[in-house]
Structures are given as C-alpha cells and as structure tokens.
C-alpha cells in the first residue's frame, strides 16, 4: 500500500514557477513509477510527466516538455515536478499517482494504469 501526499501548490503569475512534491508512505518506494497529472475546471484529467524507478522520464510533449522537469529522491520517498515559464493554462489541480514497475511511455498515459493517487494540489497561474 502506497500513500501520497501532494505539496508545493499556489497561486503564482504568468511567467513564474513552481514546484510540486509528491511525498510517498510505504516500503520499496524506489521500485515504483511515480507520475502527475493535472485536471483543469471543466476539462478531463491529462497526463503530465512520469519518472521511472531508475529517473528515466517521459512529458507530455505538448504541454509540459522544455517547461517542467521532474526528479526524485528515493532516500526521501519523493517525486518533485519543478513547472518553468507557467502560463494561465498550466491552472489545474495536480495530482501525483503511483504505479509499482516500468513502462514504455504510452502506457504511463493512461489514468487506469496507475494504482495509487494522491489528493491533489491546486496550482493557479494569473495574467
């Protein structure tokens, strides 16, 4: 059983950065794909970015590549997405999940590949 907790949300201006944590519980947090998607209001929920057990990583090429860059830490069972450049778009709630493996990058884009979920954490992003 994986437990997350999303952090790093808030309120920042076009131009600006963030960065979110995804803090885990559990054991053999290392052995787990760590990704994060973002859901807009009246919007389904997207893929972001996801980072293998090694740090491999894959973006969503048209939103998220050459602005946000994800790490981790496995000594400190966390994933941080550090989000460049923000613009009103990027406005959404953020959620982290986590799905024990790894994958080629089509299949971290689908939600019903990931078995655990965060509560998410909103980031909004003013003109």
């Known amino acids: 059983q994986v437990q997350l907790v999303e952090s790093g949300g808030g309120l920042v201006q076009a131009g600006g950065s963030l960065r979110l944590s995804c803090a885990a519980s559990?054991?053999?947090?290392?052995?787990?794909?760590i990704g994060w998607f973002r859901q807009a209001p009246g919007k389904e929920r997207e893929f972001v970015a996801a980072i293998r057990e090694l740090g491999g990583t894959t973006y969503n090429k048209d939103s998220a590549k050459g602005r946000f860059t994800l790490s981790r830490d496995n000594a400190e069972n966390t994933v941080y997405l550090q989000m460049n450049s923000l613009n009103v778009e990027d406005t959404a709630v953020y959620y982290c999940a986590a799905v024990l493996g790894t994958y080629y990058d089509e299949y971290y884009y689908r939600q019903q590949t990931w078995t655990y979920w965060g509560q998410g954490t909103q980031v909004t992003v003013s003109s």
């Open positions: 559990g054991s053999a947090f290392s052995m787990y794909s």
